[in-house]
């Protein structure tokens, strides 16, 4: 292979192949999504530069959303205009939205068989796991300072003790880190993602590689694109004539909204409303959705399809004789109103970036952001941790056991999820074996 001069651009069926492709193999949650397209598109491949694959990140990284399904958006935005970004956008959830029907369709259906609840009773410990190193990666980031510290201890206390809505703790935190860049602008500093030196070797769209004209700023595009994305929500929305699936529409278009800092981050919101406000299912049942969406491919903010079917079926849309569709529609509906707003994120804004590159004003109300984002997560695994590990009064010693064993084969000895969770699994699916053979 040549390395002296660019790759030759993909043609469209090559490039359609390969976003194919890591929606079937996109495990790992955002920071392993990322890391496989970087190694596929910036080292293997040479689509994109180091710097210009970076600088997309950094936008992402500020919307509220799944940036590594926003990260693929706007590459393919950037190689092959709008059909490219809604192909990559697109492939990229679509294998998790039919795995993650079938897999709820086989919950409901069979959730009660031994095997399914045991890989399901070693899996949620490890769940617990994963939600606290969570907690603790985006923390030793973040949180540089005794300011942003607080910050992370009150938005716990907001959120636990008080029960404070998530968009409301987001407001707040924005507006805490708009005044905090004026008053003490080392205190917000946001954090840049540093990567490694750039490789000699050129790419199709390189450091200085000209903007394409298609992702040229034009206040005419903005317009059209907007009105277009909005339009189509609203087309939804009025063809929604079932009460609880436009009720399903609206609340996640809000929560599409308000995911700032990823999906463990909004998962009490999803949480208040699909749990607590409209009953569409119970505490254990969001348990095991979160559960069946660490074990799927996609962003982890897929565990919606989950909320989206089981409340379909719950409130019976179609009928007790469709039950399947009425989930299928369900899971639909709640996915499609998630990631509209986040194609039209990088529509709209990506060509404003492309245009400024370097000039993000947007650092201290994101570290603000970030910092309320630990708390929020701490909270999530407090209550994932109460509802796993404590039965009865009595704490679940054998849950406990996998939990922490879990935390030290992410945190010690740098296990992937995928292995945390498959590992938890067989550990689950043995004990209920060894219960029912003693039995």
Do not use: C
């Not at 936008?59 to 192909?87: D, H, R």
């Not at 029960?163 to 805490?176: D, E, K, Q």
């Not at 245009?355 to 701490?378: C, M, Q, Y």
């Not at 296990?415 to 043995?430: D, H, N, R, T």
């Amino acid at each position: 292979m040549n390395t002296k001069k660019p790759p030759k651009k993909p043609s469209f069926s090559h490039f359609f192949l390969y976003w194919l492709k890591l929606g079937f193999i996109s495990f790992g949650g955002p920071a392993g999504q990322i890391s496989m397209m970087h190694q596929e598109l910036v080292e293997k491949r040479r689509w994109i530069s180091e710097h210009r694959f970076l600088h997309a990140l950094n936008y992402t990284m500020i919307l509220p959303g799944p940036e590594a399904q926003q990260l693929a958006t706007y590459i393919g935005w950037l190689m092959f205009g709008v059909s490219g970004g809604l192909v990559a956008g697109i492939l990229f959830i679509l294998p998790s939205l039919f795995i993650l029907s079938a897999l709820t369709w086989v919950y409901l259906t069979y959730g009660d068989v031994s095997a399914i609840s045991g890989i399901l009773y070693g899996i949620k410990p490890a769940v617990t796991a994963i939600v606290l190193f969570a907690a603790y990666r985006i923390g030793s980031k973040a949180l540089s300072n005794i300011i942003l510290k607080v910050l992370a201890v009150l938005a716990f206390i907001a959120i636990y003790q008080f029960g404070v809505s998530f968009p409301y703790i987001v407001l707040a935190t924005v507006t805490i880190g708009y005044l905090g860049a004026k008053l003490s602008p080392n205190t917000f500093k946001g954090t840049a993602h540093q990567g490694d030196k750039d490789s000699s070797a050129p790419a199709l769209i390189d450091d200085d590689t000209p903007i394409p004209d298609h992702a040229k700023f034009k206040w005419s595009r903005l317009m059209v694109f907007a009105v277009i994305g909005i339009s189509m929500g609203l087309l939804v929305m009025g063809l929604l004539d079932n009460k609880v699936l436009h009720t399903m529409g609206e609340f996640f278009t809000k929560a599409a909204l308000v995911t700032f800092g990823g999906a463990y981050a909004v998962l009490p919101y999803i949480y208040q409303g699909g749990v607590d406000q409209y009953q569409w299912l119970s505490a254990h049942q969001m348990m095991d959705g979160l559960a069946l969406g660490e074990t799927t491919p996609g962003p982890l903010i897929m565990v919606v399809a989950f909320v989206g079917f089981v409340g379909a079926t719950a409130k019976e849309i179609f009928g007790p004789d469709q039950m399947l569709l009425a989930g299928f529609v369900g899971a639909s509906v709640a996915t499609f109103f998630t990631f509209l707003p986040s194609f039209l994120f990088i529509f709209l804004g990506g060509p404003g970036i492309e245009a400024t590159r370097g000039n993000l004003k947007f650092s201290a109300p994101l570290s603000a952001v970030t910092a309320a984002v630990v708390g929020v997560i701490v909270n999530l695994a407090v209550f994932f941790a109460l509802a796993t590990l404590y039965h009865n009064q009595q704490i679940d010693w054998i849950s406990l056991a996998i939990t922490i064993a879990a935390f030290i084969a992410l945190f010690r000895f740098k296990i992937s999820i995928m292995g945390v969770i498959a590992v938890s699994s067989l550990i689950g699916l043995g004990l209920t074996i060894f219960d029912l053979w003693i039995h």
